[in-house]
C-alpha cells in the first residue's frame, strides 16, 4: 500500500513538472490572480461594529485631517466613511454615499430634530421610523438635488449615531444598504 502511494506521488510530482532529480519547483500563481475584481468586497468596521458590500468598482476612503478634500483609504476603525467609485481623489460631493458617527449623542430622532434640515429643506422633511439592519432607525427621503439629499438614515448605537446619507439617487449604492450589517467581535 506505501508503495502505491509512493509510486502515485512521484507520478503526480513528474506530471506537475517536477523533478526529485533537477530540483526544480512547482510555479504556483501569485495571491493577486485569486481576486476576482468583478466580485463585491467587504468592508469591515470593527471599531462601530458593521460591514457592507462595497459595489464593484467603488472603494472606501475618509477624510485626510486638516485638508478639506484629501481622502485616504478606510481603516478599520475610522468614525466617518465615504464611499466613491474607484479614481474620485479630491472627494468632492457627487456619487458618494457618507456613513458618520456622532460619538456621545444618545437618540436619533433627537439628533435629527436638531440637524435634519442641514440635509433635507423643512417642507421635505418627513421622518419615518424603520429597522434598519436589524435595529431601531429614523429614514428621510429627499428629492436628491444640491439641497435635498436622496436618503438619510439614522441609527441609535450604544457609542452615539450613526447617520448614513446619499446625496443623490446611484443605484450601486441599493445594495450598500441591502447588504448593511451590524456585527460583534
Request: glycine share 8%; hydrophobic share 40%; proline share 5%.
Amino acid at each position: 500500500m506505501r508503495l502505491t502511494i509512493s509510486i502515485l506521488s512521484i507520478l503526480v510530482l513528474f506530471g506537475m513538472g517536477c523533478s526529485a532529480s533537477t530540483g526544480s519547483s512547482v510555479q504556483l500563481p501569485s495571491a493577486d490572480s485569486f481576486i476576482d475584481d468583478s466580485l463585491e468586497r467587504p468592508y469591515v468596521n470593527g471599531n462601530l461594529g458593521y460591514r457592507f458590500d462595497q459595489p464593484v468598482g467603488h472603494n472606501t476612503y475618509s477624510r485626510v485631517a486638516g485638508a478639506a478634500n484629501k481622502l485616504k483609504p478606510a481603516t478599520f476603525s475610522d468614525s466617518n466613511v465615504l464611499l466613491f467609485e474607484e479614481g474620485v481623489e479630491n472627494g468632492l460631493p457627487g456619487n458618494e454615499l457618507i456613513i458618520q458617527h456622532f460619538e456621545g449623542e444618545r437618540s436619533a430622532h433627537e439628533w435629527l430634530s436638531k440637524h435634519l434640515f442641514e440635509f433635507i429643506p423643512q417642507t421635505d422633511a418627513v421622518l419615518r421610523p424603520g429597522k434598519f439592519a436589524d435595529k431601531d432607525a429614523l429614514f428621510v427621503r429627499g428629492a436628491g438635488t444640491f439641497d435635498s439629499y436622496y436618503r438619510v438614515v439614522a441609527v441609535t448605537l450604544d457609542s452615539g449615531i450613526l447617520l448614513i446619507t446619499q446625496p443623490v439617487r446611484y443605484e450601486p449604492f441599493e445594495q450598500v444598504i441591502d447588504t448593511f450589517e451590524f456585527i460583534t467581535f
